[in-house]
C-alpha cells in the first residue's frame, strides 16, 4: 500500500522564513508552533497547512462556523428583546421607587398617586402571569402553582377605565424619563456635552449609536492587534531565547576550553618555575659551603677529610663486596627450598634471642659496676 504522504526525503527544507511556515503561524494561533518547530516537521508543517484551508483561528470547520454564528445571531436576538423588555421594566420600577420616596417626603397629588398604584398593580399582576404561564418563553407545560392560573391573576388587575388613563398618561412618562437617561448618557460620554441646549443634545444623541459602534469596532481592530502582537511577541520571546541558550552553551564551553588550556599552561608555567627557583637555592648553597670550606678549612684539615673519604671508600667497596657474597649464596641456597627458608627463620630467631641475651648481659655488667 502506498502512503499519502511524500517521501521526507523529497520534501524540500523550508528555512525559517518561509512564507508557508508565516500562513500556518497566522491561521492557527491556538497551536503555539514555533517556526523551529515547522522546521523541523516539514510534512507536518504541509498537513497544517492543507489544514487551514478548511478550519478558522479557532479551529472550528466552515460549516460548523456558519452554524454557530447562526446561532449567535438568533441568541442576540432574543437577548436583545430580552433586554428591552427587562431595561422597561426595570425604567417602570425605578419610576414607581422615585415615587414612593416623594411621597415620603412630601405631599404628592391625588392623579400621580392613583397613576403609579395602577401601574405598580399592573406590573405586579403580568409578573404573576409570566410566572404561571411559561407558554412565551418555553415549550413546556409547568404544573400550576397552588392551583392559580394566570385567569385567576387577571381578576387582579385594576378597573379598565384606570387601566386606560394610566396607559395615556405612561406614554408621556416613558419619553420624559428615557430622555433623561439618554442625556445622562450622552453627558458621561462627553462631559463636554452637558452645557449644550435640548435640541443640540437631541442631534448628538441621535449620532451617538453610529459613534459608539465605531468605537466599538476600532476597539476590536485593536483587541486583534493586539492578539497578533502578542502572538508575535511570543514566537519572537522563544526564538530570542533558543538563540540565546545557544550563545550561553557556546560561551560556556569556550570559557571551559580556555580555561582548561590557560590552567595547563599555568602550572607548566609554575612547575619550571619552581624548578628553576630550586636549582638556584641549591646552587646558592654549594657556592655559600665552598665559601665556607675555603674559608675554614686548613691543609691539615683537608689531608684528614681526604684520609677519612678513602677509608669511607674502601669500607664501601668492602660492603659491596660481602653484599655481593652474600646474595651469591643467597641465590644458591635459595636452591634448596621450603627446607632452606623454615632454617633460615629458624637461624633468624635464634640470632635475635642471641643479639637480646647479650644485649641484656651488658646492661646488667654495666649496671653491677
Not at 400621580?112 to 398604584?117: H, I, N, R, S, T
Request: glycine residues 2%.
Amino acid at each position: 500500500m502506498m502512503s499519502v504522504y511524500p517521501d521526507s526525503a523529497s520534501v524540500p527544507t523550508l528555512g525559517k522564513g518561509d512564507e508557508l511556515h508565516q500562513q500556518v503561524l497566522a491561521s492557527l494561533p491556538f497551536c503555539q508552533l514555533t517556526e523551529e518547530d515547522l522546521t523541523q516537521n516539514p510534512l507536518f508543517c504541509r498537513l497544517l497547512a492543507s489544514l487551514s484551508q478548511h478550519v478558522d483561528q479557532t479551529g472550528l470547520t466552515l460549516p460548523l462556523k456558519r452554524e454557530l454564528e447562526k446561532a449567535e445571531r438568533e441568541l442576540q436576538t432574543q437577548r436583545l428583546g430580552w433586554l428591552r423588555s427587562e431595561s422597561l421594566y426595570q425604567l417602570l420600577r425605578e419610576m414607581i421607587q422615585d415615587h414612593c420616596v416623594r411621597k415620603h417626603h412630601s405631599n404628592t397629588p391625588a392623579e400621580d398617586d392613583k397613576f403609579y398604584e395602577t401601574l405598580e398593580q399592573c406590573l405586579l399582576v403580568a409578573q404573576c402571569v409570566r410566572q404561571l404561564d411559561p407558554s412565551s418563553t418555553t415549550a413546556q407545560e409547568q404544573p400550576p402553582f397552588l392551583g392559580l392560573s394566570a385567569q385567576h391573576v387577571l381578576g387582579l388587575m385594576p378597573p379598565e377605565q384606570d387601566v386606560r388613563k394610566m396607559k395615556q398618561r405612561l406614554l408621556i412618562e416613558l419619553e420624559k424619563r428615557l430622555k433623561e437617561k439618554c442625556f445622562n448618557i450622552l453627558s458621561y460620554y462627553q462631559p463636554d456635552w452637558e452645557q449644550d441646549s435640548e435640541s443640540l443634545k437631541a442631534v448628538k444623541l441621535s449620532r451617538l449609536p453610529e459613534s459608539l459602534e465605531s468605537e466599538s469596532k476600532r476597539a476590536e481592530s485593536l483587541r486583534e492587534t493586539w492578539r497578533e502582537s502578542a502572538a508575535l511577541l511570543q514566537r519572537q520571546t522563544h526564538c530570542y531565547l533558543s538563540e540565546l541558550m545557544g550563545c550561553v552553551q557556546i560561551l560556556q564551553s569556550l570559557i571551559l576550553d580556555h580555561r582548561l588550556k590557560t590552567q595547563k599552561e599555568l602550572d607548566t608555567k609554575n612547575v619550571e618555575y619552581l624548578e628553576a627557583k630550586c636549582q638556584i637555592i641549591i646552587c646558592k648553597i654549594r657556592v655559600e659551603m665552598l665559601e665556607l670550606q675555603l674559608d675554614t678549612y686548613t691543609p691539615e684539615t683537608i689531608a684528614a677529610h681526604r684520609k677519612i673519604r678513602d677509608k669511607l671508600d674502601s669500607q664501601l667497596s668492602a660492603v659491596r663486596a660481602e653484599k655481593h657474597s652474600a646474595e651469591s649464596m643467597l641465590s644458591s641456597f635459595q636452591i634448596l627450598g621450603q627446607d632452606f627458608e623454615a632454617l633460615v627463620e629458624e637461624y633468624s630467631r635464634l640470632r635475635q634471642e642471641i643479639d637480646n641475651k647479650s644485649w641484656a648481659l651488658k646492661e646488667f655488667s654495666q649496671h653491677s659496676h
